[in-house]
């Protein structure tokens, strides 16, 4: 049998790792966890496997989808694209939010104009339920829009308990 190099999402698949998912399940409930290694070792893996366990809803922003010189448009599909991936789950939160538009399975965050919502904002409405958003290969988030996401953390981290 080959061994497949792609990303494990069960823990039968992962080999190894169980101290790094009961780490990492153990401290789900702070607000902000950092997974960091060299490139190629299980990261997300490990990422995918705690999420999968811990059975709180949760969404996963793969930052490998950026171009280098990102435009604000470009980071909003990237989290419309995540949130559209598991819609079922997040349906009764986004639908609430002035600036998010579902259209059958879709989800489009307005990042301009009137209905423009703030990733801020939109932190701040899915904290009306307890969450986890994981961000993969999160060193793309440079250039600079990286202060728009970064300071949405921050505001998340010191406001949204959820």
């Not at 419309?80 to 579902?102: C, E, M, W």
Request: glycine letters at 4%.
């Amino acid at each position: 049998m080959l061994f497949d190099e792609r990303p494990k999402e069960n823990r039968e698949d992962l080999f190894d790792r169980e101290k790094e998912i009961k780490e990492i399940m153990s401290n789900i409930n702070r607000p902000l966890i950092l997974i960091t290694g060299v490139r190629r070792i299980g990261k997300t893996s490990v990422l995918k496997v705690a999420l999968n366990e811990i059975k709180i809803p949760h969404v996963i922003i793969d930052c490998r989808n950026l171009r280098p010189n990102y435009s604000r448009g470009d980071l909003y599909s990237l989290f419309s694209n995540a949130f559209s991936s598991k819609l079922s789950t997040f349906l009764d939160v986004l639908s609430k939010i002035r600036g998010v538009s579902i259209l059958g399975n879709s989800v489009e965050l307005k990042w301009k104009g009137r209905e423009y919502v703030s990733l801020s904002d939109l932190f701040d409405h899915l904290n009306e339920k307890r969450i986890v958003i994981g961000i993969d290969e999160a060193q793309k988030l440079r250039g600079p829009l990286s202060n728009e996401i970064k300071e949405a953390i921050a505001h998340a981290y010191d406001y949204d308990k959820n």
